[in-house]
């Protein structure tokens, strides 16, 4: 947990174009306070996958004793609190036979501080959902993708019924980093991150532009305007965008 001022975190998404706003499956969670955040995207081939992104965010930001490093010991109580709701609901033959596969979601979660250096970040990733630590609209880190090359359309996973073990075989991924005061931390899911990968390799600053953004008195709306041009140019794909900021 942050020690003095705490961080101040916003939040931004826009559903795929086409769909309801309803149907986004991606998730975030924030609370300044605790100095915890986390970011998930929601498989659309899985089964109430928007379900499971939700879910993940809100255990792992509401987990305020749970060291980065323990997030996985979590996994098994989010699954089975997932698994009551999905039964607890009146489903058709084929959602029953969806629901025995599971649902699907890439996940970030983000631990700013401890008492020895108040200043430092810890994240934990499953996926293409990234992290990028800017100092000044220069990028001092992304993770845990970092060349806009590496996303493709089969990132790693988190799933509900997938057992805890195979988690940690397919990834396990934790970084850590310092940050200074006026620092931004930027998570968002994939869309955007391979967005902004690609604008910096291009010669452009997307920090800049994006923190063009913070201050209006509209954000989000002005952020949904912003997405649809860049899906319109056919420089970002269509998807689910959410992002989350935090400055320290």
Not at 146 to 174: C, I, K
Not at 182 to 190: C, F, P
Request: charge should be negative; charged fraction near 20%.
């Amino acid at each position: 947990m942050m020690t003095g001022m705490a961080p101040r975190s916003q939040m931004f998404w826009l559903v795929r174009g086409g769909n309801d706003p309803a149907q986004c499956e991606d998730a975030c969670a924030a609370d300044d306070n605790t100095s915890r955040y986390a970011v998930a995207d929601g498989a659309a081939e899985g089964c109430f996958s928007r379900l499971w992104a939700g879910m993940l965010v809100q255990d792992f930001v509401r987990a305020s004793g749970l060291g980065i490093d323990g997030w996985y010991d979590s996994l098994l109580a989010v699954q089975q609190w997932w698994d009551a709701d999905v039964h607890s609901r009146v489903l058709r033959p084929s959602a029953k036979r969806a629901a025995r596969e599971g649902a699907f979601a890439t996940f970030l979660g983000i631990v700013l501080g401890d008492p020895a250096d108040p200043c430092r970040w810890q994240a934990v990733a499953v996926g293409d959902t990234c992290l990028m630590h800017t100092r000044g609209h220069v990028l001092l880190r992304c993770f845990p993708l970092d060349h806009v090359t590496q996303f493709d359309n089969y990132p790693h996973l988190v799933g509900s019924r997938m057992p805890v073990e195979a988690v940690l075989q397919r990834q396990r991924l934790w970084a850590d980093g310092r940050g200074e005061s006026g620092d931004r931390l930027w998570a968002m899911t994939d869309a955007l991150a391979q967005w902004c990968l690609a604008e910096q390799g291009g010669g452009g600053n997307p920090w800049a532009t994006l923190e063009s953004l913070l201050p209006l008195p509209d954000g989000q709306r002005d952020f949904a305007a912003w997405i649809e041009g860049l899906r319109n140019s056919r420089q970002l794909k269509n998807d689910d965008v959410t992002l989350l900021t935090i400055e320290l």
